[in-house]
């Protein structure tokens, strides 16, 4: 009788544990789908830095990075001004709110504020004195990555990846 509840205890902590890893793994794949750039390579030489990205399942480019050395997800928006962050980030990341004005956005025009990120790292691509702005109505836990950073790269779409180049870093 004892070796048949022993039996049935460790069958029943075997599928716990393999419940349990099944969780991980689908999180792992599901994240790994929303962010295919968690980790971005990047080339290197003595004219330029280049980190290449691949496309989500949704069609856009997010890539992990990091602002003043905390890290950070940017979605990459070729029609964004400027970085674009939100809020209750930007009090995390410790940036200041400067002078006021308003932007359009695709849900009407909002508030925003002046700010500028002294560090911005994508791989080993860094970006020094960043314009940006920071939205308190902004929702999204990502950040923007508008011209104000994406004009001072070189970047070719080919396919479904995209080459981000600095050159005479």
Request: glycine fraction near 10%; include cysteine.
């Given at each position: 009788?004892?070796?048949?509840?022993?039996?049935?205890?460790?069958?029943?902590?075997?599928?716990?544990?393999?419940?349990?890893?099944?969780?991980?793994?689908?999180?792992?794949?599901e994240?790994?789908?929303?962010n295919?750039?968690?980790?971005?390579?990047?080339i290197?030489?003595?004219?330029?830095?280049?980190v290449?990205?691949?496309?989500?399942?949704?069609?856009?480019?997010?890539?992990?990075?990091?602002?003043?050395?905390?890290?950070?997800?940017?979605?990459?928006?070729?029609?964004?001004?400027d970085?674009?962050?939100?809020?209750?980030?930007?009090?995390?990341l410790?940036?200041?709110?400067?002078?006021?004005?308003?932007?359009?956005?695709?849900?009407?025009?909002?508030?925003?504020?002046?700010?500028?990120?002294?560090?911005?790292?994508?791989?080993?691509?860094?970006?020094?004195?960043?314009?940006?702005?920071?939205?308190?109505?902004?929702?999204?836990?990502?950040?923007?990555l508008?011209?104000?950073?994406?004009?001072?790269?070189?970047?070719?779409?080919?396919?479904?990846?995209?080459?981000?180049?600095?050159?005479?870093?």
């Amino acid at each position: 009788m004892e070796t048949k509840n022993i039996g049935q205890g460790m069958f029943a902590v075997a599928c716990v544990l393999g419940l349990a890893l099944l969780t991980f793994l689908f999180g792992n794949f599901e994240e790994h789908q929303k962010n295919p750039n968690q980790h971005p390579d990047s080339i290197q030489n003595a004219q330029f830095i280049e980190v290449n990205l691949e496309r989500n399942r949704q069609g856009h480019y997010v890539v992990s990075g990091s602002i003043n050395d905390k890290p950070v997800v940017f979605l990459l928006d070729t029609g964004a001004t400027d970085v674009v962050i939100p809020g209750v980030l930007a009090a995390q990341l410790d940036l200041k709110a400067g002078r006021s004005g308003r932007a359009m956005t695709a849900n009407g025009p909002v508030t925003i504020y002046e700010t500028r990120v002294d560090h911005l790292q994508i791989g080993d691509i860094s970006l020094f004195n960043v314009p940006a702005s920071i939205n308190p109505a902004m929702q999204s836990p990502g950040i923007l990555l508008g011209m104000s950073a994406l004009g001072q790269l070189e970047f070719v779409q080919s396919g479904d990846s995209l080459t981000l180049r600095q050159n005479g870093y």
